[in-house]
Structures are given as structure tokens and as C-alpha cells.
């Protein structure tokens, strides 16, 4: 049951910012649009809920409890960056907006970009982990939380992962196509 509800929140979060960019843009119906758009975090707060509740019943922790945790990090993380490449394609598109801006893809500035990302995910990480931390302390009982305790240690290794990819650019920044170091 909590599976479908997870599911069924990604596809909401998306029907909620889709819809709300139609009224903003096609529709020309602005406050309507941001209600939509507002109602993204609606959809977050309804699937802690839902996990809580399902804990709280007596179910032993899943995959499913600790993917909404991650959902929740990453939702609060990258929503509103989520949500404001969609709009800015949104705008282009039915507004007569300025092209989008695409992301750096050489040198510092992409570097940049890159270390941005990783606290982005550092933060949906901290976010993330708290979330299942007090699933684990709410349920009380280590072998029906195990499965949360094993989601933060493999999150945190996809986290250290995460930050070397991110760093070494760094330290060794993409360079352009034709634009190769020859000193080495």
C-alpha cells in the first residue's frame, strides 16, 4: 500500500506543477497557477503522513517507508529548482519568454554547477536522514526499522560517491570539445 502512495505522490507532485504552469501560461490564469504550483508541499506533507500512519499501525519498515524519506529530502532539496526549470520552459514556450538558460557543460562554471548540485544533495540527504531517524525512533523497535537504518548507510555512500564525481571537477574541469591540454 505505502508503494502505491509513493508512487502515486511523484505522479501528483508532477500533475500539481504541470497543471499549475497550463493555468500560468496557457490559460493566463495566474493565481490559479500558483495555487497549483502551492500545492506541491501539500503533497509531501500527505506521504509523511501516510508513512507515519503505516508505521504507526505496526507494519516493520520497508524500502517504501525509507523511499519516502528520500522523496521528502530530495522533494524539499530540488523542488523548487524542479519547479523553476519547468517554469522557465514554460514561459518561453507559451509566453514568449526569454530562451532558457542551459546548464554550463565545461570549466569553472560547470564546476560550479556541479558542487551546487552536491549540496543540493547533501541537503536533501539531511533532510532525508532526519525523516527516517525519527521513523526509527518513533517505531522503537530496531528490527522492524532495520531496512531505514540500512537506506542511510547506503544513501551516505552514494552521498560520498556523489561528492567526489562533484568535486573533481574541480580540480579537473571539463574542458570543451577541440580545447584538450596537450601539456601532460
Not at 508541499?41 to 519516502?68: C, E, K, M, N, Q
Not at 514561459?91 to 570549466?107: D, E, Y
Not at 532495520?146 to 571539463?174: C, G, H, N, Q
Request: aromatic content about 14%; charged content about 15%.
Amino acid at each position: 500500500m505505502i508503494t502505491a502512495f509513493i508512487i502515486g505522490s511523484e505522479i501528483a507532485f508532477w500533475v500539481f506543477v504541470l497543471a499549475g504552469l497550463v493555468f500560468r501560461y496557457v490559460l493566463k490564469q495566474k493565481k490559479i497557477g500558483a495555487a497549483l504550483l502551492i500545492c506541491t508541499p501539500i503533497v509531501d506533507l500527505a506521504l509523511i503522513l501516510a508513512t507515519i500512519l503505516d508505521l504507526r499501525s505496526g507494519s516493520t519498515a520497508t524500502f517504501a517507508h525509507s523511499l519516502a524519506a528520500v522523496y521528502i529530502g530530495t522533494s524539499i532539496a530540488f523542488g523548487h529548482s524542479m519547479i523553476a526549470w519547468a517554469d522557465s520552459r514554460f514561459a518561453h514556450r507559451f509566453a514568449g519568454g526569454p530562451k532558457p538558460i542551459s546548464k554550463p557543460k565545461h570549466g569553472a562554471a560547470h564546476a560550479l554547477n556541479e558542487r551546487k548540485g552536491w549540496f543540493k544533495h547533501l541537503l536533501a540527504f539531511v533532510i532525508g536522514c532526519a525523516a527516517l531517524y525519527l521513523m526509527i525512533l518513533f517505531v522503537g523497535d530496531p528490527a522492524r526499522t532495520e531496512s531505514l537504518s540500512d537506506t542511510i548507510r547506503f544513501w551516505a555512500m552514494v552521498l560520498i560517491i556523489d561528492f567526489a564525481i562533484s568535486f573533481s571537477y574541480t580540480l579537473w574541469p571539463k574542458q570543451a570539445k577541440g580545447n584538450v591540454d596537450k601539456n601532460f
